[in-house]
């Protein structure tokens, strides 16, 4: 079973975290049969943490976590605090397959997805 894990960074402006969990609703009902569970968590700030939100697939039945890391450049937390985060899961259950995907920045459309977002009055 195969399980998608949205990561954001937290915020302390609670609404800032709940977007992320809307979204995740909205990542869930697109997903189809892709991912059988998604879930979010966040590096600080908020809840559940990373190893948390692992833990919860894991118990959910997942035996693939796909990490997505919401971020938009490859700074500290995608190089280096994600996978140091993700790390002790993966050796404590080396039996799932938790992997890391590219962060999103890195996806290729990024650029049209800010033009389209520029053409949309705010």
Do not use: W
């Amino acid at each position: 079973m195969q399980a998608l894990l949205l990561i954001a960074h937290g915020s302390r402006r609670a609404e800032s975290n709940d977007e992320v969990r809307t979204l995740t609703e909205d990542l869930k009902t697109r997903a189809g049969a892709s991912y059988s569970i998604v879930r979010c968590a966040f590096l600080e700030l908020a809840e559940p943490s990373i190893p948390d939100g692992i833990e919860l697939c894991v118990k959910d039945g997942a035996t693939e976590v796909v990490v997505l890391p919401y971020f938009l450049s490859a700074g500290r937390h995608v190089v280096t605090d994600i996978p140091n985060e993700v790390r002790g899961k993966q050796e404590e259950y080396p039996q799932v397959n938790i992997r890391i995907a590219s962060y999103l920045g890195a996806n290729a459309g990024i650029p049209d997805l800010l033009l389209a977002s520029a053409s949309v009055p705010a």
